[in-house]
């Protein structure tokens, strides 16, 4: 059975940093795609960017590219979502994804995180 | 704005037949695929690749696309089927992937 299992939920204050965590398992890790999703409290889903474990090739969105980094660990098939320097606008549920090709097939259970003074 | 256009919200009446329909002109060159959320639920996927069902979706979800328009249709709504309505595909220069706005899809 195809799982991914995220890290728990996060209360940062801005400025902080923070990296987040999706194990993935049932199948092959490196085979596939890693990938990430927002979802701003009330909205819809915003694709982040995805990573091959296998040699770590990722591409992000235009809408993401130098406001997050994306990275993994194939010996332990896990994948980080991290952030240098928390706005309170980051503060949203954020799912992982194995991405089969361009197509997002299973999703993690999320994590939220919230960032507030 | 998103590369692909949804209808914010959709009704149907229980047990009929309600369509949702995407746009985008990357769904020209790229399938659609469709994700079901639930409330407090992470997304699962319902269609992929224009009109394929994961296992354990009904037979009363099926897709259909044709030139920058996908759309998912659900015949013989169930009350369970009140959901938001995701549709996905790539976007456009293919480096990337997008979603809808979304549809939130009242069963009455």
């Known amino acids: 059975e195809v799982q991914l299992v995220q890290s728990g939920a996060e209360v940062k204050k801005p400025g902080e940093s923070l990296k987040i965590s999706c194990k993935g398992s049932g199948y092959t890790f490196t085979s596939y795609w890693t990938g990430w999703v927002r979802q701003m409290p009330g909205k819809g889903l915003e694709w982040m960017g995805i990573i091959y474990p296998t040699d770590s090739d990722i591409r992000y969105s235009p809408s993401f590219q130098g406001q997050v980094t994306i990275s993994a660990d194939k010996s332990t098939t896990t994948a980080y979502l991290q952030w240098s320097s928390l706005k309170a606008s980051d503060t949203a549920m954020y799912y992982c994804?194995?991405?089969?090709?361009?197509?997002?097939?299973?999703w993690g259970q999320g994590t939220l995180v919230i960032v507030s003074s | 704005s998103s590369e692909l256009t949804q209808d914010p919200t959709v009704s149907v009446a229980l047990g009929q037949t309600v369509r949702i329909t995407c746009q985008g002109d990357s769904l020209r060159s790229y399938p659609a695929s469709w994700y079901q959320q639930k409330p407090g639920q992470a997304p699962i996927l319902v269609i992929y690749?224009?009109?394929k069902r994961p296992s354990g979706i009904p037979d009363r979800f099926s897709g259909f696309s044709s030139g920058n328009t996908a759309s998912l249709t659900i015949t013989g709504a169930q009350a369970e089927d009140e959901a938001d309505y995701y549709c996905s595909s790539r976007g456009s220069g293919g480096n990337h992937l997008v979603f809808g706005g979304g549809t939130k899809l009242t069963v009455l």
């Open positions: 994804v194995r991405q089969d090709g361009w197509l997002p097939d299973y």
């Open positions: 690749d224009k009109n």
